[in-house]
Every structure is written in C-alpha cells, then in structure tokens.
C-alpha cells in the first residue's frame, strides 16, 4: 500500500520560533497533499492543499504568513509554523491521494507539536 | 461534498460484530462512501469505501441501502485494537485528486474485553 510519512513525530519548541514539518510520500508521487491540524478530542480540521509546483490553498481562517507551505517536490510537502505561540499547539497530519489506488487518500501518521 | 451523520460513540464487545452507521442523505450520484479510522495519536487509515454495491476487504463490509442514503460498516469479529474514531465520509473520486474532504465527528468505537 502507499505509505506517507511525517518528521518529526512529535516536536517541542519555544514560542516564538520556528518549527517546520516535513511530508513525504514515499512510494509514489503525490502532485497535492493535504494539511490537517487536530486539537484533543476534536475531528481533523483541513488547513491546506498543498500543490506541486504552485502556491497553497488555504482553508478560510487559517492564516498562510504563519503556516507556510512548500510543495517542492512530488515526494515532499513541509509546513512550516513561523512565529510558534502555545496556541499553535496541535497534532499536524498530512495525506496525499494515490493515483493508483482509486484515488484514496493516504495519511501521515502525524507530528505533535507542544510550543512552550 | 454531502454531510454524514454518524453517533458519537458506540460500544461493542470483544469478539463481537461491530456495526457502524452513518447516514448520508444528501449524497449524489457520483459521490462515494469512504471510511477511515483514527487510532488514538495516530493518522487516520483508510478502511474501504464503495459507490452502490456492498464491498468487503480484509479489514470490514460496507453495506449502502439501496437509495444510498445511509450505510454501515461492519467489522466482523472486533478486536482491542480495533478501538478508534471511525469516520464516514462521502465524496466523488477525480482523475485529479485534487478534491478535500472534510472531516465529521465520527464515531468512537470502544471495543470491550
């Protein structure tokens, strides 16, 4: 099966700084990925659809000077958490559509990030 | 993408048939249903899905009524591990991939010892 993995799995950084998260599909290409982010015992909340090649869409409220988003690659998507508050604080997880798997849409297993 | 409508949580015993509803009254005609599951601190995984016809896989059965308003996803014997956020989604495949899906509440199934 496809398989879409996320470094770090969990990160802690001062407020303040900067904090990137990579997205990777590692056996097949994924021309869009998709940004999630998640609160505890809330559902998943699109943030972003990250496009090869193009500039991010954002979802509405979410703020793109912040959650930067470089799809570089067709393997490699990173969102990067300038200006990191506590508030930010989220477990982030990122999916890409197989092309040929019927186009289902494969997740990350996620990275949790804690800002101090 | 048409709303699903699926309870908060569920139990179901060890061993047992687990059987998970979700209505989907507003769907169209080129619109499937998909399933994924969300293990606690963990990313969601895709269950099975299915246009009109029941599916099975390795994983569970997806039973769609006829009129496609609402469906069921059955695993068979559960086990602990199968303890998760199951979430019911509908949404209609493109060559692209380029559509986003948007998440419910899902269901939190407890599966019990």
């Known amino acids: 099966g496809a398989v879409v993995s996320q470094h770090p799995s969990w990160v802690i950084c001062k407020s303040g700084t900067s904090v990137k998260i990579e997205c990777r599909s590692l056996?097949?290409?994924?021309?869009?990925m998709f940004w999630y982010r998640q609160f505890p015992k809330q559902s998943l909340m699109l943030m972003a659809t990250?496009?090869?090649?193009?500039?991010?869409?954002?979802e509405q409220g979410v703020e793109k000077d912040k959650f930067l988003i470089n799809h570089a690659s067709l393997t490699l998507s990173t969102l990067t958490v300038t200006s990191a508050h506590p508030e930010d604080s989220s477990f982030y997880i990122c999916?890409?559509?197989?092309?040929?798997?019927?186009?289902?849409?494969?997740f990350g297993p996620g990275t949790r990030l804690t800002v101090t | 993408d048409a709303k699903t409508t699926q309870p908060p949580s569920m139990d179901c015993a060890e061993g047992r048939a687990a059987n998970l509803p979700c209505n989907h009254s507003?769907?169209?005609?080129?619109?499937?249903v998909y399933w994924y599951r969300q293990i606690h601190s963990q990313g969601p995984q895709y269950i099975i899905h299915?246009?009109?016809n029941n599916e099975t896989n390795e994983m569970a059965s997806l039973i769609i009524t006829e009129d496609r308003k609402s469906s069921t996803l059955i695993l068979p014997h559960a086990t602990l591990r199968d303890t998760a956020v199951y979430y019911c989604?509908?949404?209609?495949?493109?060559?692209?991939?380029?559509?986003?899906?948007?998440f419910g509440t899902g269901t939190k199934l407890q599966v019990i010892p």
């Open positions: 999916s890409a559509y197989h092309p040929g798997y019927a186009y289902e849409q494969y």
């Open positions: 299915g246009l009109k």
């Open positions: 507003t769907i169209s005609g080129n619109e499937y």
């Open positions: 056996d097949f290409q994924a021309t869009t």
């Open positions: 989604i509908v949404r209609s495949p493109n060559s692209g991939g380029y559509q986003k899906v948007t």
């Open positions: 990250s496009n090869e090649g193009s500039k991010a869409t954002y």
